[in-house]
């Protein structure tokens, strides 16, 4: 299998997981943490930035903050509110067409981990 085939699979078993079936009126809460290869801490970073930028510009209605670990500086977290299932739904195709222009990440890092959140409070 291909490794594009293989993360493909393991996002969205990752989402069945986390429970991503949200109602379409709620908003969806999304954490990802990133874990580059040792050494490739700087060319992580510097997609991730690239990432956050072109997702503003194709979607400046989202939340899509990227945050680097205090603790452990190795490790990327992206922080992201889409305002329904519908708008998650469009983000993956922001997600696809920013691979295409940008190419796959960093080799030898490890998959990112997906978690969903629903709001409770405000």
Not at 52 to 63: L, M, Y
Not at 86 to 114: C, T, W
Request: charged fraction near 30%.
């Amino acid at each position: 299998m291909h490794r594009r085939t293989i993360r493909g699979l393991m996002l969205a078993a990752l989402l069945a997981i986390s429970g991503e079936s949200a109602r379409a009126d709620e908003q969806v809460i999304i954490t990802e943490r990133f874990y580059p290869a040792p050494g490739r801490e700087a060319e992580l970073e510097t997609r991730l930035l690239k990432a956050v930028k072109f997702v503003k510009q194709a979607e400046p209605n989202i939340t899509y903050r990227l945050h680097r670990s205090a603790k452990e500086p190795t490790v990327f977290l992206l922080y992201q509110v889409y305002p329904s299932e519908a708008a998650r739904d469009q983000h993956r195709k922001i997600v696809a067409a920013f691979r295409q222009e940008f190419g796959p990440p960093p080799e030898g890092s490890r998959p990112s981990e997906l978690e969903t959140y629903r709001l409770l409070a405000e």
